[in-house]
């Protein structure tokens, strides 16, 4: 997220992950959310999802990260550590300012870094051979930058993450990472919902209010968050939602227990707009990396 003072996202996914089971958590934190060592705390004996954040790209800073966000969430590594967006910022010492985020000191710059992704991408397969991580991850990236990293990867990424839900379907990336057999996850999975609270929504209509979703929801006798959970891991897509409500995360881990069918899926769909609400354009034309 570009913003995300958001709580940890976790949830229960049917996507084969990286070592091929089907039942798996996914907890998402990232160096930019400043709840990691919260997090940490509660989930030490799950598996975790790490991410590199835009500032320690280059190869001498990757590693420092990786072993801070480490400690913070008291493990000895990461299942899974993913490069955060294909874009490289100023990097900004932990010691003077974590997390990060997007600008510089004075709250307003941005600063870009002259890193390659390959010297980022070849840092992380080292801190697989060092033992902090055991699969690489990429996030926010289309097919060009991942065919471009299939060309000089030594380990293959294993998942990318990206914003996924009815109103962005992203089929043909979706289909891309299917045939170079690299997992998917899915965030921000209820859309508009997502960003409301960073007054970034784009004004779009709640897809839990949507007729489509709501027929569906009430044919299952289930809650329209679980209906848009269901249609993204009914098609092989791990989902990472969000919520600070007990009773939420709840249905949110028992969004399997029912099956869309197949006109269903297609119905909901069909809500495509290619409506993109996590685009780091919409603070620098710079890093318009979506165009």
């Known amino acids: ?9 976790v949830t229960k996914s049917s996507c084969a992950d990286v070592k091929s089971r089907r039942d798996i958590r996914l907890f998402d934190g990232a160096g930019d959310y400043g709840n990691e060592k919260e997090a940490g705390e509660g989930v030490r004996r799950a598996l975790d999802d790490g991410l590199l954040w ?21 493990l000895d590594y990461f299942d899974l550590f993913l490069i955060h967006f294909p874009i490289a910022l100023k990097y900004v010492d932990p010691a003077e300012r974590y997390p990060p985020e997007w600008f510089g000191a004075d709250g307003k710059t ?7 992704m390959q010297e980022t991408y070849h840092a992380m397969e080292e801190l697989v051979d ?34 996924l839900h009815p109103y962005l379907t992203q089929d043909a990336l979706v289909n891309f990472a299917k045939q170079h057999e690299i997992a998917i996850t899915a965030y921000s999975s209820f859309g508009p919902q997502s960003y409301v609270e960073l007054s970034m929504d784009q004004g779009a209509e709640s897809l839990f209010t949507h007729d489509v979703v709501a027929s569906v929801a009430k044919k299952h006798e289930k809650t329209p968050a679980q209906v848009l959970l269901r249609w993204a891991t009914q098609r092989g897509i791990a989902v ?10 709840t249905q949110n881990l028992d969004s399997e227990a029912f099956d869309l069918t197949p006109e269903e899926i297609k119905s909901v769909s069909a809500l495509n707009i290619n409506l993109r609400l996590n685009d780091p ?11």
């Not at 902090?132 to 065919?147: A, D, F, H, Y």
């Open 110 to 116: 941005v600063t870009l870094q002259d890193t390659p």
């Open 54 to 74: 835009n500032t320690f790209h280059a190869k001498e800073h990757v590693k420092t990260l990786a072993t801070k966000q480490l400690g913070l969430w008291g």
């Open 130 to 163: 060092a033992g902090l991580i055991k699969n690489i991850g990429i996030s926010n990236c289309q097919g060009s930058i991942i065919l471009d990293i299939l060309r000089y990867a030594r380990i293959k990424p294993q998942v990318l993450q990206v914003e």
């Open 240 to 249: 990472v939602p969000k919520s600070n409500d007990h009773q939420r995360l």
């Open 281 to 291: 354009a919409d603070i620098d034309p710079r890093m318009g990396i979506f165009a």
């Open 1 to 9: 997220m570009i913003n995300p003072k958001m709580p940890l996202q």
